[in-house]
C-alpha cells in the first residue's frame, strides 16, 4: 500500500514537472526586463520586448501599447510616440491613470510637432481644449497658450475657466501670465481676476508695455494691463526682454515696488544689442 501510494506521489511529480509553465511567468520578466531597459533610456530595446506583449488583449497587454509609445516618445519619435498614443486610447484601456497620461502626452507631443511646422497637429489641441477631464483640459490651454498668436488665443476660455475656478494658486498665476499676453481685458472684467480699483484723480490707472526688434516700428510685445494686475506684467515678460533690463540696470522682479508711487508719466525707454523696450504708466 505505502509502494502504491509512494508511486503515486512520483507520478503526480512527475506531471507537474512536465506541465508548461505559467504564461504569466515569463511575461512578468519580460515586464521587468522591458522597464528596466526604459529607464536606462534604451529605449529601441525596450519597445522589442513591449510590442509583441501589446499584441495581446487585456489589461496587461493594454499596459504594454501604453509602454510601446512611451519608448518612441523617450527615442524623440515624436510622430510615431503621437500614432501610437492614439492607438492606445482607442484599445478604450481601463486603467484612468494611463488613459489620462496617455491624453496629456498627445498634447505635448502636437504642441512640440505644430511649433515644428505640423500645422495639421493644432486639431488635436483644439479637440484637447474640450477634453472632459480636468487635469488634460488644464494641461492642453497652457500648452496651446504657450504657442501665442492666433493659436494660442484658442486657449483663451480655458484659461479663464483656471482662473475663476481654480484654487491652486501657482496654476492660476500661470494661467493669468498667459492672460495678459494673450486677453489682458478679461482679467480686467470680473473672470475670477482682480478688479483694477476705482479710477483716482491724479493717480496712474494703467501700466503700457512696448517691446520693439531693432529697426522695426511695430511693437513685437504689446501689453496693456490694469494697474491693479501690473505685478503680474513684469513676472510675463520673456526673458530676452528682462536680460535687456538688467543690462541697464533694472530688475524686473523689483522694478514695480519702485514704480508704484510715480505719477503717470513714460517711466523709461531701454535701447540694447537686440530690443527697444518702452514702460509707462498711465
Known sequence: MKRTKRAALFLLCAALAAAPVSATAPAEADVRSAK????????PEARAIWEPLAA???????????WV??????????????????????????????????RTAR???????????????????????GDRNRTVRYFAALQVAGLGGEAGALAVPVLREIVASERDPDLVDRARLHLLRLD??????????????APRAGRAEWVKVRVFERGQSQPKVSINVPFALADLLFKALPDDVRRELR??????????????????????EVEGEGDRVQIWIE
Open 56 to 66: 495581446g488583449r487585456g489589461p496587461e497587454a493594454d499596459a504594454a501599447a501604453y
Open 184 to 197: 489682458p481685458a478679461s482679467l480686467a472684467g470680473g473672470g475670477g481676476g482682480t478688479a483694477p480699483p
Open 247 to 268: 543690462a541697464e540696470g533694472y530688475d524686473a522682479d523689483s522694478l514695480w515696488d519702485k514704480l508704484r508711487a510715480l505719477p503717470p508719466t513714460r517711466i523709461l
Open 36 to 43: 528596466a531597459l526604459f529607464f536606462d533610456k534604451r529605449y
Open 107 to 129: 498634447v505635448s507631443l502636437a504642441a512640440r510637432l505644430y511649433r515644428g511646422g505640423r500645422a495639421n497637429y493644432l486639431n488635436p489641441l483644439r479637440e484637447a481644449l
Open 69 to 102: 509609445a512611451r519608448c518612441s516618445e523617450g527615442a524623440g519619435e515624436h510622430e510615431r510616440a503621437f500614432r501610437e498614443y492614439t492607438s492606445f486610447l482607442t484599445r478604450r484601456p481601463a486603467d484612468s491613470t494611463l488613459v489620462e497620461e496617455a
